[in-house]
């Protein structure tokens, strides 16, 4: 990119930047062209080589980096008045805590755009079980103070992450005999590839066509059942896999019994791959599909998701969904 488009794009600056759909979104922003800050929690003795070795990459590619925590207001405030559209990709714990990035915007009182960290499922128009509810709670209010404060926003809803989905059913880097399907595996789900979900994240910030929008990223071609990927991924591999069910009573007893926050992984499980809440409801007239927005744009088909799998595969990044996986080989096998 010219540094002449560069300096007349917005500037954008992320929270959450160095996380798992974070580090996508701040590469997507840099490519796209826009000047790109992040704020990060400051390094110490405690952080990790790979935090440290991602701060040096951002950096290498011209990301501004402003180290400071949430509860610093003032910094907040000096830092959000020199861009002009704030995404927000802090992880779970955190999604509350974005009331303080809220109270900074109001201060500052110059942004053109305001993504806050939903990148799930549609959280106004899904009621799962209880533990996934009250996780998707949390993001409902944040969306209801940022409309309340007369804030532009886009609320974004990527569905699955599908590196990340495909690595926690398919388990590809562990070559199984078996894959576990949760319920009868025939529910639609919607996966998307991070790098898409990144690239169309940082055009719907951008675009005035969005701005006070709910945007969802359903492409058809990346709508598939847990059946259908398995069957897809055994004739990529040329193997056979056996599937074993868990049935959807078991997961509910667990979802109602294992404690918080182990009983909402489950609870996502159940949502997304149980009842397919990510095509449970119908896209009316007002709502904006980004796989329709953007015809320029093509989403990675699920078929070439997996292609990636095949000859480069993106390593897993699923520590709170593994304690499952090790719950349910043990609770089936023991
Ligand atoms: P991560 O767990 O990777 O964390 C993101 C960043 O949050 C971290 O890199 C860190 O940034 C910051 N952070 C973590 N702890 C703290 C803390 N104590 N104080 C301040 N900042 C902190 O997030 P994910 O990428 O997994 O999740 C981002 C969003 O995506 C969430 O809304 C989540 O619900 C959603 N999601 C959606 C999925 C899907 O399939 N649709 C799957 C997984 C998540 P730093 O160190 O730079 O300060």
Redesign the pocket.
């Known amino acids: 990119m010219g540094s002449t488009e560069t300096t007349t794009k917005d500037k954008i600056l992320i929270?959450?930047?160095?996380?798992?759909?974070?580090k996508y979104v701040v590469k997507a922003s840099v490519s796209l062209g826009h000047k790109t800050y992040?704020?990060?929690?400051p390094i110490s003795e405690k952080t990790s080589l790979s935090?440290l070795q991602l701060h040096k990459e951002f950096q290498s590619l011209g990301v501004i980096i402003v180290q400071g925590?949430?509860d610093e207001h003032e910094k907040l405030v000096t830092v959000i008045r020199e861009v002009d559209v704030v995404i927000s990709?802090?992880?779970?714990?955190?999604?509350l805590?974005q009331f303080k990035i809220i109270d900074a915007i109001k201060v500052a009182g110059n942004i053109k755009r305001f993504l806050p960290?939903?990148?799930?499922?549609e959280e106004d128009r899904v009621r799962p079980l209880p533990p996934f509810d009250n996780?998707l709670e949390k993001?409902r209010r944040i969306r209801r103070a940022i409309e309340a404060a007369g804030i532009p926003y886009t609320f974004v809803s990527?569905?699955?992450?599908g590196a990340?989905?495909v690595n926690f059913l398919l388990r590809p880097y562990d070559q199984p005999e078996l894959i576990l399907v949760y319920g009868s595996g025939e529910a639609k789900a919607v996966l998307n590839y991070e790098e898409d979900i990144a690239i169309c994240t940082i055009k719907v910030a951008n675009d005035p066509k969005t701005c006070n929008q709910v945007v969802i990223y359903r492409p058809q071609t990346n709508v598939i059942s847990q059946l259908e990927l398995i069957s897809l991924w055994e004739q990529k591999t040329g193997r056979t896999f056996k599937r074993v069910h868990i049935a959807e009573e078991d997961l509910v007893k667990q979802a109602e019994t294992l404690p918080h926050p182990e009983n909402i992984p489950i609870s996502i499980l159940h949502c997304i791959f149980v009842k397919g809440e990510t095509m449970s409801f119908r896209l009316n007239e007002n709502d904006v599909d980004a796989s329709k927005l953007y015809s320029d744009f093509q989403f990675s088909t699920i078929d070439q998701l997996l292609d990636i799998f095949l000859f480069d595969p993106p390593r897993p990044?699923i520590a709170a969904f593994e304690v499952l996986h090790i719950y349910f080989h043990f609770f089936l096998f023991e």
């Open positions: 929270f959450g930047g160095t996380g798992y759909i974070g992040v704020y990060a929690r935090k925590e949430l990709a802090l992880a779970y714990p955190q999604v805590d960290s939903d990148f799930g499922c996780f993001k990527a569905n699955c992450f990340y989905f990044a």
